[in-house]
């Protein structure tokens, strides 16, 4: 009965660990078509839909060219944080870039995206045209 009542126990706090949830607005962020230099910060904003306080661990990007920022307190329950990720918009050409959120969440692997097109950028000189008076 003791080893029936320590199993118990332990799938109790187990189950607990992994009462938290997170629900993201939105999962893939589409940067649709910027110009080269541009801001490349965007922000995933997600809620802890869960009973415990969320823990953002680490946050990987599949890429040097993408830097995420993770939420440096816990995320209570019911309350909206924020994962700021920001794509160097000085590398021309579409992209489609994997971030993955590792937390105390029940899934701890989550996987959100952003994508995009960086067009070159403009230059206004060469569409001035010169204007002079007689």
Known sequence: MKTFGTLLVIFFISFSINAQEFKFEEETINYGKIDKNSNGERVFVFTNIG?????????QSS??????????????????????VSYDTNRVGGFSKTITVFSNAKNPRKPIKIKGF???QISLEKDKSVVTEH
Do not use: A, R, S
């Open 63 to 84: 890429c040097g060219c993408t830097v995420p920022k993770k939420p440096e307190h816990p995320i209570m329950p019911g309350e909206k944080g924020e994962i700021k």
């Open 51 to 59: 009973d415990q306080p969320l823990i953002i661990k680490n946050i």
């Open 118 to 120: 960086v067009n070159k």
